[in-house]
């Protein structure tokens, strides 16, 4: 497996599937250029894993082979969305690294994009660190390192890490990448936008490309634009996603916002429900709930809340949708004493990050302890991040909490950033401003 196809999480408010991807530098694409054929690697993927397996139960102290199907555990994982393979992936890279302990960097980083997959912040920013030790020169190691940091919440010292790297004349996709999610959460959207653009030109550019990561730079682009109340960017992109690799669970979710975000409840269903069959996460299926629900459909909607109750209980793998869960109960005021522990669970694992931040406050305010809730949402807007959603939270808990003015100045804002950035709580923020 060339780096090439290695990934690292969002994020942020993107899901465990949401990984970075790790590439080369590329040189620029021509100012005007076509996209070089797509190569769906992913459906040889199963023949190359076993012809790996084969390779490594042959030769088991070969530590690249067995670092290499590692690579190509996660890589699966992304494709179809098999926890196993993670686990699988995560151990294989422990014993590659047990053979060769010195200079094995990309073992190092097979490792670390393992233990993010599972919430292991703090473990796998560890292996990153030592892979960038290893290999100083290593572009793509301190990129990940600077996204582990901001899944942590130490957004200055991400900014500190992504300041080390050269701007070289060759492109980086992966830091590229990177350095966009630190503009959005910091409130430069528009140049996260650009950043991701520039980054899809080169990888759009390149056959040797896999098709999930094509499509991954895809989605982001819609997530962007869809902050940005760029609808018609959004579809553009998540067409394009889906054009590249159509089992994109991630891409299919985010659309399915979308189409919810704009009432369109057919569509949404449609996309929730074929992402939930290939994922099923507590948000997306609360994305297939809300749709039943528009269209009429109420016992569907009820079958599909006991299953997000389900996956609480057994689903939940080393609690990696906590966040998801705690969002889920808290918009819809149900089970709020298991989405306060949800929230809490994130928290410890990140600390003060935005969107742990964000999840914690929302859960307090909706239980009514919104002073508690104010010191929490105050930390997730710190930055400015154009997300309308945090925007919004903010604003209803500055109300509750005797600053009025403020907190409609801020639910106005939300919607000049996006006026439809959520079907319930964009219509909440308008009659709060008409009874202000």
């Given at each position: 497996m060339t780096a090439r196809s290695l990934a690292a999480i969002m994020a942020g408010a993107v899901t465990a599937l949401a990984?970075?991807?790790?590439?080369?530098?590329?040189?620029?694409?021509?100012?005007?250029?076509?996209?070089?054929?797509?190569?769906?690697?992913?459906?040889?993927?199963?023949?190359?894993?076993?012809?790996?397996?084969?390779?490594?139960?042959?030769?088991?102290?070969?530590?690249?082979?067995?670092?290499?199907?590692?690579?190509?555990?996660?890589?699966?994982?992304?494709?179809?969305?098999?926890?196993?393979?993670?686990?699988r992936a995560e151990r294989l890279a422990e014993r590659s690294i047990q053979l060769q302990p010195q200079g094995n960097t990309a073992g190092q980083m097979t490792l670390a994009a393992a233990l993010l997959t599972y919430h292991h912040f703090r473990k796998a920013l560890v292996h990153e660190r030592a892979a960038w030790e290893g290999e100083p020169s290593n572009a793509n190691a301190l990129a990940q390192i600077a996204s582990l940091e901001m899944e942590l919440g130490e957004y200055s010292r991400a900014d500190t890490t992504l300041a080390r790297i050269p701007r070289a004349p060759a492109e980086n996709p992966t830091v590229d990448s990177v350095r966009a999610r630190l503009d959005e959460l910091t409130g430069h959207l528009d140049h996260a936008r650009a950043l991701i653009a520039t980054a899809i030109r080169s990888i759009d550019s390149d056959v040797s490309i896999p098709a999930y990561t094509r499509s991954w730079f895809h989605m982001r682009a819609g997530q962007l634009a869809f902050e940005a109340g760029d609808f018609g960017a959004a579809q553009r992109e998540y067409d394009l996603a889906?054009?590249?690799?159509?089992?994109?669970?991630?891409?299919?979710?985010?659309?399915?916002?979308?189409?919810?975000?704009?009432?369109?409840?057919?569509?949404?269903?449609?996309?929730?429900?074929?992402s939930a069959q290939l994922y099923p996460l507590p948000q997306v299926l609360g994305y297939e709930a809300d749709a039943q629900r528009a269209l009429g459909e109420r016992d569907a909607a009820a079958q599909t809340d006991a299953l997000i109750d389900a996956e609480q209980r057994l689903f939940n793998t080393q609690g990696i949708n906590d966040r998801l869960l705690a969002n889920y109960y808290a918009q819809r005021r149900v089970h709020l004493g298991a989405a306060l522990r949800a929230a809490r669970s994130d928290y410890a694992k990140r600390g003060d990050e935005i969107y742990a931040d964000d999840t914690l406050g929302w859960v307090l305010a909706r239980m009514g302890r919104w002073r508690?809730?104010?010191?929490?949402?105050?930390?997730?807007?710190?930055?400015?991040?154009?997300?309308?959603?945090?925007?919004?939270?903010?604003?209803?808990?500055?109300?509750h909490t005797g600053d009025a003015a403020r907190g409609r100045a801020r639910l106005r804002a939300a919607l000049r950033m996006n006026p439809a950035f959520d079907p319930f709580e964009a219509a909440d923020a308008r009659a709060e401003l008409a009874h202000g």
């Open positions: 990984l970075w991807p790790v590439l080369g530098a590329h040189r620029a694409p021509a100012a005007s250029f076509t996209p070089a054929p797509l190569v769906r690697d992913y459906e040889s993927r199963d023949r190359l894993v076993s012809f790996y397996e084969r390779q490594v139960r042959a030769h088991p102290d070969d530590q690249i082979e067995m670092r290499m199907l590692a690579g190509l555990y996660l890589q699966r994982f992304r494709e179809q969305s098999d926890l196993s393979d993670v686990t889906l054009a590249d690799f159509p089992n994109n669970a991630m891409a299919l979710m985010w659309q399915a916002r979308l189409y919810r975000a704009q009432q369109r409840w057919h569509a949404a269903l449609a996309a929730a429900s074929r508690d809730a104010r010191s929490y949402t105050e930390r997730a807007v710190r930055y400015g991040t154009q997300d309308a959603e945090i925007q919004y939270h903010a604003g209803i808990v500055e109300i």
